[in-house]
């Protein structure tokens, strides 16, 4: 079976949309627990506005404070050249560029058109050029938008051509509200896999209206091999009505694992941190397996029937 990888957003996603604070040092010791389950990659916060979300205001201290391990990637997200110059200042190895396919939830997002987002870019690139600072690019609203409905698919690969066209490595496709369904999230993954069939693509999906997991299995029908993912299912943009988690990650490896997936995580390990988390928000989380525990789980027949 394919080796898939999984890249881990709980501290980034996750926690921005916590109306709670969380401790500096409770991140700390999340990514760092998160840092020993086999995970590629942990989005671990965003240099953007500490006005805007106030709950990542702590990233550089949480940069700092975490123990790197060799075989993950650390990666944060960044909306202009000055969270790029921070970024790079904590050595994060890859920026998440964001940006919006849609433009009224660029503006919502980011406050600026997408071609002002373009432009903030192309500096971006042009400052990082020579720092091994690895960049990629979250386009959000992918397979709908809030305010304006489903993106027309020209416009899609119109925003692909141009990110690869600056040098960004790779590009994660995001349902920022969970409207993409099966069929369509399938049918955009084939479309821009066969225009750009060398690129690396990856899937960040929310499970805002159930169909999370469904439009994973699609991802992978389409040839999709990295997939972004949240512990307990946490996550939502601030600034798209609505929002809700992501898929959950151990519910994801679960799925991925039981059908003969390689993802190279510990899933008990991932599960024994999904289960830390009620405690940490202060809120139930939505995943399932943490719950339910895994299939290959089995409990002991009634006494009366032994
Ligand atoms: N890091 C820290 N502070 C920043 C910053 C950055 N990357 N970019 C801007 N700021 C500060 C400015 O210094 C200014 O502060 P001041 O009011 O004390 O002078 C304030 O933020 C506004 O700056 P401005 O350049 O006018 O930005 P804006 O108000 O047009 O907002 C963004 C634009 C991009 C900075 C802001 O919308 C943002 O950070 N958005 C993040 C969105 C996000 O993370 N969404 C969730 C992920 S999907
Ligand atoms: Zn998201």
Known sequence: MTRLYVHEVVTRDGFQIEPRFIPTEEKIVLVDRLSETGLHKIEVTSFVSPKAVPALADAEAVMAGIRRHPAVGYVALVANPR???RAAAARVDEIVLV???SES????NVR????ESFAGFAEIMRALDGTGVKVACGMAT??????EGYQPLDRILRFVDRLVGLGVGSIALADTVG??????VRDVCS?????????????HLHNTRGMGLANVLSGLEAGITHYESSLGGLGGCPFAPGATGNVCTEDLVHMLHQMGHDTGVDLDRLIAAARGLPALVGHDVPGQVMKAGKSTDLHPLPPQLR
Request: glycine content about 8%; charged content about 30%.
């Open 83 to 85: 969270g790029a110059e």
């Open 191 to 203: 479309e821009v896999r066969a225009r750009f069939p060398e690129y690396e693509f990856a899937l």
């Open 112 to 115: 600026r058109s997408t071609e």
């Open 105 to 108: 939830h660029n503006r919502a």
């Open 99 to 101: 940006l919006s396919v």
């Open 179 to 184: 409207m993409g369904d099966p069929r369509q």
């Open 142 to 147: 992918t397979f709908g938008c809030p305010f």
